[in-house]
T-cell receptor, first 118, second 110 residues
Framework: DVKVTQSSRYLVKRTGEKVFLECVQD?????MFWYRQDPGLGLRLIYF???????EKGDIPEGYSVSREKKERFSLILESASTNQTSMYLC?????????????????FGPGTRLTVL | QKEVEQNSGPLSVPEGAIASLNCTYS??????FFWYRQYSGKSPELIMF????GDKEDGRFTAQLNKASQYVSLLIRDSQPSDSATYLC??????????FGTGTRLLVSP
């Protein structure tokens, strides 16, 4: 079974703090993702990493950065937390492969971190 | 136009009925399609994926894909109260990234 874990289920931070969210997967997946999920807006991609030290901006990267120093670990950093970053943060991973010429891009999610910024 | 569109619901069905969830997408080049189930306060979990036109069955779940009409649907037979959740449709947008719909909330009443 694929296992994706996130460092905290609930987190409360103050405006202006630097916040680190950690994600670890145990399936040797090449790809890792950070999303945030807000009511009515669905899942929005913040950043994507397809290899160690490689990253790509998603749809809403502003105010966030990421780090991937090891294959199994992908960190999301809020440089200076703001109240509009209060959200559910979801990490996911997937294997980079092919099946009948198509990408096998099933993503598996961690349990999520509900972050509140006061 | 959103890349992936779903009716937000709620879709209410009685226990034992068939629930039909629909999703349309805008990118004709999309190649893979996914249905996830998300219980309140939990993270999405994969139900099934489909790549080819037609039907794909897995237990009580059937995914249907029609690339010409750009829609994908999920049928849940013999719906149970435990199926009450939000169902997310996701579509491959290229290079291993998925774009998600906002989900359809399903309510199955006993």
């Amino acid at each position: 079974d694929v296992k994706v874990t996130q460092s905290s289920r609930y987190l409360v931070k103050r405006t202006g703090e630097k916040v680190f969210l950690e994600c670890v997967q145990d399936m040797d997946h090449e790809n890792m993702f950070w999303y945030r999920q807000d009511p009515g807006l669905g899942l929005r991609l913040i950043y994507f990493s397809y290899d160690v030290k490689m990253k790509e901006k998603g749809d809403i990267p502003e105010g966030y950065s990421v780090s991937r120093e090891k294959k199994e670990r992908f960190s999301l950093i809020l440089e200076s937390a703001s109240t509009n970053q209060t959200s559910m943060y979801l990490c996911a991973s997937s294997h980079r492969g092919r099946l009948a010429g198509l990408y096998t891009d099933t993503q598996y999610f961690g349990p999520g971190t509900r972050l509140t910024v006061l | 136009q959103k890349e992936v569109e779903q009716n937000s619901g709620p879709l209410s069905v009685p226990e034992g009925a068939i629930a039909s969830l629909n999703c349309t997408y805008s990118d004709r080049g999309s190649q893979s399609f996914f249905w996830y189930r998300q219980y309140s306060g939990k993270s999405p979990e994969l139900i099934m994926f489909i790549y080819s036109n037609g039907d794909k069955e897995d237990g009580r779940f059937t995914a249907q894909l029609n690339k010409a009409s750009q829609y994908v649907s999920l049928l849940i037979r013999d719906s149970q109260p435990s199926d009450s959740a939000t169902y997310l449709c996701a579509v491959n947008r290229g290079f291993q990234k998925l774009v998600f719909g906002t989900g359809t909330r399903l309510l199955v009443s006993p």
